[in-house]
């Protein structure tokens, strides 16, 4: 069962453009979410986060927005860049569960030029 | 400031075999996590340790298991390996033993399993 959905496994933006990648939660203890971003052969890279006392973060090109009644959060990036191109993985988490941070199966950003 | 390493960074290993992965978490941090990513998956968690005590366990059977060393490394054991352990394991560390602190992560150990 999985808690965190990342419905789509791929996205193409142009250059320049608004990148919104999405993400659905299904348990409503989830107090704490974080997208991640990763290159080939590296590892996870902490990119952005927010707290369910808030519905928006935002930190220089990157936006995470989270709908608590919809379980739903999205990260906006814009301007898109070509170093953007990643797999980006949403992930959640709620004091004191055992499972600690739960990922989602990523989406790919393709930068196109 | 240094980073999370782990080591070795490609491993072949047969099945039925034992594997041990070392992980160093980043400076100042008490708590690492193991994080095990099949293809085309997300990370799924093994488990985290705080103080050298287990701190919490994902759904992997016992024969994974591991350490943490006073030091804060920390090694992640796999004990008769199946095809199905071909993964990259990925070592992360933090600051604290809770849920709320980003994870920074090591490049991973990619095991593959013949």
């Known amino acids: 069962d999985q808690q965190v959905k990342q419905n789509s496994p791929s996205l193409s933006v142009q250059e320049g453009r608004i990148s919104i990648l999405n993400c659905d939660y299904t348990n409503s203890m989830f107090d704490y979410f974080l997208w991640y971003k990763k290159y080939p052969a590296e590892g996870p890279t902490f990119l952005i986060s927010?707290?369910?006392?808030?519905d928006k973060n935002e930190d220089g090109r990157f936006t995470v927005f989270l709908n608590k009644s919809a379980k739903h959060l999205s990260l906006h990036i814009v301007p898109s860049q070509p170093g953007d191109s990643a797999v980006y993985f949403c992930a959640a988490s709620a004091l004191n569960r055992d499972d600690k941070i739960i990922f989602g199966k990523g989406t790919r950003l393709h930068i196109l030029p | 400031e240094t980073g999370v390493t782990q080591s070795p960074t490609h491993l072949i290993k047969t099945r039925g075999q034992q594997v041990t992965l070392r992980c160093s978490s980043q400076?100042?941090?008490?708590?690492v996590s193991w994080y095990q990513q099949a293809l085309g998956q997300g990370p799924q968690f093994i488990f985290q340790?705080?103080?050298?005590?287990?701190?919490g366990r994902g759904n992997f059977p016992p024969r994974f298991s591991g350490l943490q060393f006073p030091n804060y490394s920390s090694e992640l054991n796999v004990n008769a390996l199946e095809l199905d352990d071909s993964a990259l394991y990925l070592c992360?560390?933090?600051?604290?033993?809770?849920?709320?602190?980003?994870?920074?992560f090591g490049n991973g150990t990619r095991l593959t399993v013949t």
């Open positions: 400076s100042g941090h008490n708590t």
């Open positions: 927010i707290s369910s006392i808030k």
């Open positions: 340790y705080y103080r050298e005590e287990e701190n």
């Open positions: 992360a560390s933090s600051p604290v033993g809770e849920g709320n602190s980003p994870l920074h």
